[in-house]
């Protein structure tokens, strides 16, 4: 839980979910977020109670979305934010392989090298 009592997943979902990738809300069916694991009916719950989304009765059934278009684009920066952190970590974790990949190639040359110049030793 982060300090405003809201989980990883809850804000995932809103990132993902009730705003489009230019920062529009989105209204989502309240039933396909319980089906599909995105929110429980409390996360929901929560997020109404701290006025952050909108619960909605309609013939099709219930929706929700958030209150705000700014709201939105705080949620869109955020997940852009999140992003840009998770591709950093991804590169710095494929530079650390890549340094790992080269020295145990260049441990292997060494060794190679070795194996060949005692041969040679042996040889004479």
Do not use: C
């Amino acid at each position: 839980m982060s300090s405003d009592g809201l989980s990883k997943t809850v804000r995932d979902f809103v990132e993902k979910y009730l705003i489009t990738s230019n920062g529009v809300r989105l209204s989502y069916p309240v039933r396909s977020a319980e089906s599909e694991k995105l929110a429980t009916l409390e996360q929901i719950n929560t997020l109404i109670s701290k006025r952050l989304i909108r619960h909605e009765s309609l013939e099709e059934g219930d929706s929700i979305e958030l209150v705000h278009d700014r709201l939105a684009q705080i949620a869109l920066q955020h997940g852009q934010a999140s992003q840009q952190l998770k591709k950093t970590q991804r590169q710095k974790q494929q530079q650390l392989r890549r340094r790992w990949v080269i020295s145990v190639v260049v441990i292997v040359i060494v060794l190679i090298g070795f194996v060949v110049f005692m041969f040679n030793l042996r040889r004479v």
